[in-house]
């Protein structure tokens, strides 16, 4: 080849590589669209500052969002009582929000947390304590158990108990047994038990 044609096929790739390709660098920040990246593939607008924080949109379908301190969203001035002013949304995947060294606060007029899958299920894990306090607290459910491996405390002003299909059995592994329907009763229910306590241990 010439060196005529062999600058005209430089030029025609380097005509074809820049219309896919843009860079533009500015005192304190770079943006580019077309640019490659290890991680996620080509870029489709990215704007990066000089402290690495920015915004970048891949074509794979990825966003990054980064600030070396803080990013604070707000929304809703102007929305009515029932409008949503900022909404997070997965349309598919999950949502996870953590703060490995700090605390997660939810602040609210009212706190609503649901599980909507008919086979959903709500976990509260604490490697220490889990504290609820108010001036009045409901459980409405089918089945409740609560166990625990240590000591179990009731103490209030006023206790009831109330069996709707029967009398209200007690039980206990040291209990003294009076009659054998009772023993049977109670066998049954320190069993249970124990299965139970073993499955939590």
């Known amino acids: 080849m010439t060196e005529e044609e062999v600058q005209k096929l430089v030029k025609e790739k380097f005509d074809e590589y820049a219309s896919e390709y843009f860079s533009m660098r500015r005192p304190g920040f770079n943006i580019e669209s077309g640019t490659r990246t290890e991680g996620h593939g080509h870029t489709e607008f990215a704007v990066t500052t000089d402290s690495i924080q920015g915004i970048h949109f891949y074509d794979t379908g990825n966003c990054k969002l980064a600030a070396n301190k803080s990013v604070e969203i707000y929304g809703g001035k102007t929305a009515a009582e029932k409008d949503e002013g900022v909404v997070i949304q997965a349309k598919n995947g999950n949502v996870h929000i953590k703060a490995p060294n700090g605390n997660l606060i939810l602040e609210g007029t009212n706190v609503i947390i649901k599980s909507t899958d008919a086979d959903g299920d709500l976990n509260l894990n604490s490697m220490k304590t ?72």
């Open 130 to 201: 889990v504290s609820v306090k108010c001036p009045e607290f409901i459980v409405d459910a089918t089945k409740n158990t609560i166990t625990s491996t240590s000591n179990t405390l009731l103490a209030s002003g006023t206790l009831e108990l109330y069996c709707e299909t029967g009398a209200v059995t007690t039980g206990s592994g040291q209990d003294p047994i009076l009659s054998g329907s009772f023993f049977d009763t109670l066998i049954n229910i320190a069993d249970k038990a124990k299965k139970i306590l073993n499955r939590a241990g």
